[in-house]
């Protein structure tokens, strides 16, 4: 019997739950999962025999390695700046580790032990970080074994909502986990374009929003997203003129998250007090003269620079930041603030779907005739607890598990999906769930 411990239930935990304990019985698996809501745990794991839920505070130290020291794999769904915790834990006890997250500083550091204990830390095992490399990688080694020379890479995926589901003005609804959402593209963005580096700030990041066309869905806005640049070495792409990694969002979305960053309210940087203060007053900290003396949408719009009539109008309202209602959660900084109102406002009902879209850009050039290739995945979730980001988030993870526990992958060191030994094997599976890419060229 082989003994799995997964640390997080959250919102993208589900599927991969479901993949280990129907897999449990013919693998001879047990399935530790580790959550401080235990209710939450049982609520996925259901009363299989196969699986233990465990009530766990992360950072009760000897609790959690305690659960390490009787594992054989290790896989982490946390909030990303606790991973390393569990790092620190599966190289003391000798445990290979699984996540979805982007490699970070921290466990960069650790890269030589990992490798002289001769375990796999495999990190962006994900959707993206994850689907999104293996997919790619595979696109990007069937043109050059063919002889093409790749000359632009650009890559989308988002998180979004399905089309029949889009009944707020803002198009879109969460599906996975609201800090995230709240804090993406915080840190700006850098990528290549033409030949240039192109830097851009928070601030500029959803103002410079462009659309790219989806088969069966039509335009989708994009931003690039965090450091392209990291990605051009490892994918073996230092020297092409345009390399750019994107988030795909419905174009309203954008739009709306751009007033939301010019008010300031994805700041996360300081404090304030919220008891007392309405939620229109918090919107309008920032903003300068008198706010009684006309209605609340005239007065936020003149400093938008946009009608009281407004798309972006309609969707403050929506969230609910120009009424008089108080906050009243003691000292918040403004992004926990608009974390709790989105969580709130843009919730998944139970009937609602989301969507999965990704999408891969290549031009390259083969016996002199210029190709534009696009390679394309859509996946529907089935309801507001099996998604679409839980099933594309999880599946890549528990194929890995299975590979590793069956020694079917040997691979030592810290990594991410971008070899052969671990993109054929994985993405051949994904099939079998519907996760899969269609091409066309022109």
Not at 237 to 244: H, K, V, Y
Not at 272 to 294: C, M, P
Not at 319 to 337: C, F, K
Request: with cysteine; hydrophobic share 40%; proline share 4%.
């Amino acid at each position: 019997m082989k003994n799995i411990l997964l640390f997080g239930a959250g919102k993208s935990a589900t599927s991969l739950i479901d993949f280990l304990i129907t897999n449990a019985p013919r693998q001879k698996w047990h399935v530790t999962v580790a959550d401080q809501d235990l209710m939450l745990i049982k609520s996925k794991t259901g009363k299989s025999y196969y699986a233990t839920p465990v009530e766990l505070d992360i950072k009760n130290q000897s609790a959690r390695q305690q659960l390490v020291q009787d594992t054989d794999l290790v896989i982490s769904l946390l909030p990303p700046a606790l991973h390393i915790l569990v790092a620190k834990d599966c190289l003391h006890f000798h445990k290979n580790l699984l996540t979805a997250s982007y490699i970070d500083p921290e466990v960069k550091k650790l890269e030589h032990e990992i490798e002289k204990a001769g375990l796999l830390f495999m990190y962006e095992m994900g959707l993206d970080p994850g689907i999104d490399h293996m997919s790619a990688m595979k696109l990007i080694h069937s043109i050059e074994k063919k002889g093409g020379q790749i000359f632009s890479f650009k890559s989308y995926c988002g998180g979004l909502i399905s089309p029949d589901n889009l009944d707020n003005p803002w198009q879109y609804k969460i599906s996975w986990n609201p800090r995230n959402i709240v804090l993406a593209g915080s840190t700006g963005a850098v990528y290549k374009e033409k030949g240039k580096i192109k830097d851009l700030s928070y601030e500029q990041l959803f103002d410079h929003s462009k659309t790219i066309q989806v088969p069966g869905l039509g335009k989708l806005a994009y931003y690039p997203n965090r450091d392209s640049l990291a990605y051009m070495e490892i994918y073996k792409l230092q020297e092409i003129a345009t390399f750019m990694r994107a988030t795909l969002r419905f174009p309203d979305f954008c739009e709306g998250w751009n007033a939301l960053i010019k008010l300031g309210l994805t700041d996360d940087s300081h404090k304030i007090q919220t008891d007392h203060l309405t939620y229109f007053n918090w919107t309008t900290q920032n903003l300068e003269g008198n706010k009684t003396a006309e209605p609340h949408d005239e007065f936020i719009a003149q400093h938008l620079g946009v009608s009281s009539k407004s798309k972006v109008i309609r969707q403050l309202k929506y969230l609910g930041l120009l009424n008089g209602d108080m906050i009243n959660q003691g000292e918040q900084t403004n992004a926990s603030v608009l974390e709790s109102v989105v969580q709130d406002k843009l919730r998944m009902e139970p009937h609602d779907k989301d969507m999965i879209v990704m999408m891969h850009e290549i031009e390259f050039e083969r016996r002199s005739m210029a190709t534009r290739m696009h390679a394309y995945m859509i996946v529907q979730g089935e309801d507001n607890v099996r998604t679409a980001m839980a099933k594309t988030v999880g599946l890549p993870l528990g194929i890995m598990a299975k590979l590793i526990l069956q020694d079917k992958i040997t691979l030592k060191g810290l990594h991410i999906p971008v070899m052969p030994e671990v993109y054929n094997p994985v993405l051949k599976e994904l099939e079998e769930y519907d996760i899969r890419f269609e091409e066309s060229f022109e």
